[in-house]
């Protein structure tokens, strides 16, 4: 077990919570969060599936250089269109102003960006920074021995049980109410999806 790892994907985790507490977040600003998180993995997947090796392949030749560049174009198109209509229902459910095609909500979240503040700006950098150090360790120790085609579909199984989860949490909490036992219920939900996905990815790079 990565003991590093755990301590930073832990602390990740919990900075939604610390700023529901001590900042004030609301239900939207974590589910908010948590998607964009669904984002910037999709971003350094593409890093991997372009330094995807596969198997035996021992050296990156210019024809599997090639496909692995139209892997990840494909992956670019695909999963960005899965996450923009994810965005695209969160933003209807918390009657959010939002009125264009799909690939316009990557405008909105740079206008969001552009809006928020100090704390927010901290969970933001802190999930690039953590994604980009997977990435790292991605490169190091997996990447000779994944294919691509496999890389490019492993965020999908992350992002279903994400989608479902966080548009469940959205639509109780704008129905119900409790919102921070909502927030502190999808935090733990988010906690065990990752722990099992580092889990099984550690014990994939030990069985090599």
């Not at 991605?138 to 490019?152: V, W």
């Not at 639509?171 to 733990?188: C, D, H, P, S, T």
């Amino acid at each position: 077990m990565n003991y590093h790892r755990l301590i930073l994907l832990l602390a990740l985790n919990l900075i939604p919570l610390i700023g529901v507490i001590l900042w004030q977040w609301d239900i939207f600003i974590v589910i908010w969060l948590f998607w964009l998180e669904n984002a910037v993995i999709g971003a350094f997947n593409c890093l991997k599936i372009l330094a995807s090796k596969g198997g035996d392949q021992l050296s990156v030749t210019p024809k599997s250089w090639r496909s692995n560049i139209g892997l990840a174009v494909f992956f670019v198109f695909h999963y960005g269109f899965f996450t923009s209509a994810h965005a695209m229902i969160i933003l209807e459910i918390f009657s959010k102003s939002f009125d264009g095609e799909p690939w316009d909500i990557w405008h909105w979240t740079w206008s969001w960006l552009q809006s928020i503040d100090g704390t927010l700006w901290l969970a933001v950098l802190a999930m690039v920074a953590y994604w980009l150090f997977d990435t790292i360790q991605f490169y190091l120790h997996e990447s000779s021995n994944k294919q691509p085609s496999k890389q490019m579909v492993e965020p999908y199984s992350r992002i279903i049980i994400a989608h479902v989860v966080l548009l469940l949490g959205a639509i109780f909490v704008v129905k119900f109410g409790f919102e921070l036992a909502v927030i502190i219920l999808l935090v733990l939900i988010k906690m065990l999806v990752n722990f099992t996905d580092m889990v099984k990815k550690q014990t994939a790079t030990d069985n090599i």
